[in-house]
């Protein structure tokens, strides 16, 4: 198979060769557009809030990069000769909704039928180009910290395989389906050296990504690791997803478990999040003060849930 080649465009100043979170293109010295694009299947049965967490989930990748998002396309599959209309209807006004709650446009979008439905967002948004942020500038003394609880992605299975009731996963929706804006916008008073979104490869993967584009260690503190109620539980009873296991794959050979945490309390780490929190890196001197800002902003969880170290090889090591 021949290789991919790379862009050589100097305008192209994010790319997907940092596995970053977006694409970012500079237009002038003042504006680089970000560019990404997102879809999920419905995590609920309810088709507003598969709307709204989908539409959050497409919209993230913008606040990762630093950015305002601007306009967002929807991206459908559906199958509109079994699903009543009306179903694509609410998961439509979700999304719009969200997009609307965003500041930002809906301004079209494309549907094709499919066996089963899925949903998201193609969105553009806008960025200084001296302003980006990636996942590779993590530095030595840095904090990191998180904006969001872990667990949604065994919750969706506990409800789906009826272990979990759904009045219990309906509490914490309205979190999962925030947007990170709040979280970006207070945070930006601050040097953030680097920022991703949590989502599909769970903490640990994300925390690799981050390790090798800033060539660093990272040391997590797992009992700071903020949980949805039940998620451990859920693993506890022995539900889990189709991602944990590729995911824990991933950071094979760049994971070390130093502290004793059970089998399935190490679960959390690999479990794939939907619609994740922000994971900043911060000078650990101002990490307090970056939490502060964040709870005063209304962002409902803020953890310190890790630090950065100097090393020869990026490691992620579990404390």
């Known amino acids: 198979m021949k290789a991919i080649s790379l862009s050589r465009d100097p305008h192209l100043l994010v790319g997907f060769n940092t596995a970053d979170d977006a694409a970012v293109y500079q237009l002038t010295d003042e504006i680089a557009f970000i560019t990404t694009v997102d879809f999920i299947t419905p995590p609920v049965d309810d088709p507003y809030w598969f709307g709204q967490i989908a539409a959050a989930n497409?919209?993230?990748?913008?606040?990762a990069m630093g950015g305002r998002p601007l306009t967002a396309l929807n991206l459908v599959m559906f199958p509109s000769t079994v699903l009543d209309k009306r179903i694509l209807k609410e998961i439509l006004r979700g999304g719009n909704d969200k997009v609307v709650e965003a500041g930002a446009s809906m301004a079209g979008g494309h549907s094709v039928d499919d066996d089963e439905p899925k949903y998201g967002l193609?969105?553009?948004?806008?960025?200084?180009?001296k302003k980006i942020l990636t996942n590779c500038g993590a530095k030595a003394g840095d904090a990191l910290i998180l904006t969001k609880p872990l667990g949604t992605g065994v919750l969706f299975n506990a409800c789906r395989s009826k272990k979990l009731p759904y009045k219990e996963l309906e509490r914490v929706l309205p979190q999962v389906a925030s947007l990170n804006q709040k979280a970006l916008e207070s945070s930006l008073h601050f040097d953030i050296h680097a920022c991703t979104d949590i989502t599909g490869f769970g903490i640990v993967g994300h925390l690799l990504e981050l390790a090798k584009g800033s060539r660093v260690q990272i040391n997590l503190f797992y009992n700071?690791?903020?949980?949805?109620?039940?998620?451990?539980?859920?693993?506890?009873?022995?539900?889990?997803?189709?991602s944990n296991e590729p995911n824990k794959r991933f950071s094979d050979g760049y994971r070390i478990i130093s502290?004793?945490?059970?089998r399935e309390e190490e679960e959390l780490l690999y479990d794939p999040q939907t619609s994740g929190g922000?994971?900043?890196?911060?000078p650990s001197s101002r990490a307090d003060q970056v939490i502060a800002a964040l709870k005063t902003?209304?962002?409902?969880?803020?953890?310190?849930?890790?630090e950065v170290l100097e090393s020869p090889e990026p490691r992620i090591v579990v404390m």
Do not use: Q
């Not at 700071?224 to 189709?242: A, C």
């Not at 902003?297 to 890790?306: D, Q, S």
């Open 259 to 262: 502290g004793i945490i059970s």
């Open 122 to 129: 193609a969105v553009t948004g806008i960025v200084h180009p």
């Open 278 to 282: 922000l994971l900043l890196a911060v």
């Open 297 to 306: 902003a209304g962002v409902e969880t803020a953890a310190n849930i890790g």
């Open 58 to 63: 497409s919209l993230s990748d913008i606040y």
């Open 224 to 242: 700071k690791l903020p949980m949805y109620p039940f998620s451990l539980e859920m693993y506890r009873k022995g539900v889990t997803t189709g």
